[in-house]
C-alpha cells in the first residue's frame, strides 16, 4: 500500500518573492484594499511597530525566508516522494461564486501554467519569478481518482474536476510549489482545492482535521508502493499579521492537539488568515509523523501591521 512519507509546510506570500526593498509595492496595495480599513489599522497597531519596520530587519526577514524555503526544497529533494498530494486554497482561480466547491481535487492528466499578464505592479515582480516554468506539467489522476471514491466512502462530499481554466491556468497556491521547491525536477501532483476564502460553505478548523485523516487513510488505502508526499501552501496570518493565532496554530500542530486545532477561531479565519485551514487538514492528514519547525517569521511589512506571518516546517 502507499505510504505518507513526508509532510510539507509552506507559506506563499509575494514577500517570499519580491524582495525587501520592493515590499513598498505591496504596501501601496494594503493602502486601496478594499477589504481592510488601512487608517484604523494603523490606530490600532501594536506598540513599538516602528521597530518592526527597519531595512535592516526586513532584509533579515526575507533572508530568513530564502533559507528556510532551500531546506525544504532540499528535504524535498532527499525524499524523492513518487507523487506530491498539495493542499491550496482556490482565490476565484478555478471557481467563481456561481459555483464554488468547499473541497475539490483535480483529476485530469497534466496541470497546465497560463502565461498570465497582470496590471499591478507587485503582481508583475511576483510573476518574473515563475516566468521561466513549462507550460505543463504532470497530473495523477489514478491517485486522485482513488481519494475521491474514498473520500465519499468516508462521507465527504467532494467535487472533482480535469480541466483548468485556460486563461489562468495552476492556481497560485500550486504554482507556488514548483516555482520555488521543485525546481531540481517535476514530481506528479494531485491538487486539492480547499475553500479557505469565500462564505457561505468554508469548511471549519474541525471539518478540516477530519477531511486531513480521511486524506491519509485515502492514501493508505491506495494499492500501490507509492512514496507520497502531502504540502500545505499557504498561511499564516495576512494581510494583517496576528502573532497570537498564528502561535495557536503551530502550537496545536507541533503537540499534535487536535482540540487545540479544531477549536482555532473560524472568526479569525479571513482573508489569507483562512489559508491556516490547509495546514491544519495538512496536520490532520501526518498526525503520525513527528513535525519539525524550520522557521516562524513575522514579517511586517507596514506601519499598519500588514505583511505575512510565514512558517515552514516538516513531517517525518
Known amino acids: 500500500m502507499a505510504e505518507i512519507v513526508l509532510g510539507l509546510g509552506t507559506a506563499h506570500s509575494p514577500q517570499l518573492t519580491i524582495p525587501a526593498e520592493q515590499w513598498a509595492l505591496l504596501v501601496e496595495k494594503d493602502q486601496k484594499d478594499p477589504r481592510i480599513d488601512y487608517a484604523k489599522l494603523l490606530q490600532q497597531a501594536k506598540h513599538g511597530i516602528e521597530q518592526e519596520l527597519s531595512e535592516e530587519k526586513k532584509h533579515a526577514r526575507f533572508a530568513a525566508a530564502q533559507t528556510a524555503l532551500q531546506v525544504l526544497r532540499q528535504t524535498l529533494a532527499q525524499v524523492a516522494p513518487d507523487v506530491l498530494v498539495a493542499i ?14 468547499m473541497f475539490c481535487l483535480f483529476r485530469g492528466d497534466s496541470l497546465k501554467m497560463a502565461k498570465r499578464t497582470f496590471q499591478q505592479a507587485w503582481r508583475r515582480a511576483e510573476e518574473e519569478e515563475g516566468s521561466q516554468l513549462p507550460d505543463e506539467f504532470p497530473a495523477h489522476p489514478q491517485l486522485a481518482e482513488h481519494l475521491i471514491a474514498n473520500f465519499v466512502e468516508q462521507g465527504f462530499d467532494v467535487a ?25 525536477g517535476p514530481i506528479p501532483m494531485v491538487p486539492v482545492m480547499l475553500n479557505t476564502f469565500y462564505p457561505p460553505n468554508r469548511p471549519t478548523p474541525a471539518r478540516c482535521y477530519a477531511f486531513g485523516q480521511a486524506l491519509r487513510a485515502g492514501i493508505e ?35 499534535k492537539d487536535r ?27 501526518v498526525e503520525h509523523l513527528p513535525m519539525k519547525l524550520i522557521a516562524y517569521i513575522p514579517a511586517y511589512r507596514s506601519p499598519a501591521g500588514t505583511g505575512c506571518g510565514m512558517a515552514f516546517a516538516q513531517w517525518g
Open 259 to 285: 482540540a487545540r486545532l479544531c477549536s482555532l477561531p473560524a472568526e479569525k479565519l479571513q482573508l489569507g488568515t483562512s489559508e491556516i485551514r490547509n495546514w491544519i487538514t495538512l496536520g490532520g492528514a
Open 160 to 184: 472533482c474536476s480535469n480541466q483548468l481554466r485556460e486563461d489562468v491556468g495552476l492556481g497560485h497556491a500550486f504554482t507556488f510549489v514548483y516555482r520555488r521547491l521543485l525546481r531540481d
Open 88 to 101: 491550496g486554497d482556490d482565490q476565484h482561480e478555478q471557481f467563481l461564486d456561481n459555483n464554488m466547491p
Open 221 to 255: 488505502s491506495w494499492n500501490s508502493a507509492a512514496r507520497v508526499a502531502v504540502i500545505a501552501s499557504g498561511g499564516l496570518s495576512h494581510v494583517v499579521i496576528d502573532e497570537e493565532l498564528d502561535g495557536r496554530t503551530l502550537d496545536g500542530l507541533l503537540r
